[in-house]
């Protein structure tokens, strides 16, 4: 089974609002990457966080990591229409060479 | 832009047959990884390279195969297709122990279809 799960699978808003999304995985982990990928295209590094940090920004991007939850959030603030797209964590599992992706969160975001 | 480029970017094959898929690393990155995403599905890794031997395999049979050259590009193999390797292939790199960490850049990927 996958390592990382997304919830929601999809979320639609209107532009301007924020898009939290977030990631669940089991086992103990080094890092914790989120992508995003167009339709069809390959997928695009967003932000890694590593194991012993909290939270992390990057622009509009805000992620935490709760190890003890195992679960990361990824908040996106004041979504524009190019942000539609899926939305994946991956973790590595401790294997330092294998990444486990989720299905993904699917976001629209409507002008 | 990653830097990360594969070829082709479409194929069409039919079931049975042989489809070799190609990437080129990103300057300076030592490590190619290779996943396959089904059609609303997350990637899955099938294997990684470094420094041109294999350096973990995920839950694919044998007859998928791939080589890294001394250059880091790499090649993916895939024999006797079934309807099922219909995905997106997409390759990654990386250069483990540098400050990015683990961080991994993908490709755009192949489109393999099987038909």
């Known amino acids: 089974s996958q390592q990382g799960e997304e919830d929601p699978q999809a979320l639609s808003i209107q532009e301007g609002e924020n898009a939290t999304m977030n990631c669940s995985y089991k086992t103990s982990i080094n890092n914790l990457q989120w992508y995003r990928q167009n339709s069809g295209r390959g997928l695009v590094h967003l932000i890694l966080?590593?194991?012993?940090?909290r939270e992390k920004h990057s622009g509009r991007l805000r992620v935490t990591l709760d190890t003890s939850k195992k679960s990361s959030s990824l908040l996106i603030t004041a979504s524009r229409a190019a942000d539609t797209a899926s939305y994946f964590c991956a973790t590595d599992a401790n294997t330092g060479n294998q990444f486990y992706f989720g299905t993904g969160t699917s976001l629209t975001v409507i002008p | 832009e990653t830097g990360v480029t594969q070829s082709p970017t479409h194929l069409i094959k039919t079931r049975g047959q042989q489809v070799t898929l190609r990437c080129s690393s990103q300057s300076g990155h030592n490590t190619v990884s290779w996943y396959q995403q089904a059609l609303g599905q997350g990637p899955q890794f099938i294997f990684q390279y470094y420094r041109e031997e294999e350096n973990g395999r995920g839950n694919f049979p044998p007859r998928f195969s791939g080589l890294q050259f001394p250059n880091y590009s790499s090649e993916l193999n895939v024999n006797a297709l079934e309807l099922d390797d219909s995905a997106l292939y997409l390759c990654?790199?990386?250069?483990?122990?540098?400050?990015?960490?683990?961080?991994?850049?993908f490709g755009e990927g192949s489109w393999l279809t099987v038909v």
């Open positions: 990654a790199s990386s250069s483990p122990g540098q400050d990015s960490g683990n961080t991994i850049y």
């Open positions: 966080i590593r194991s012993n940090e």
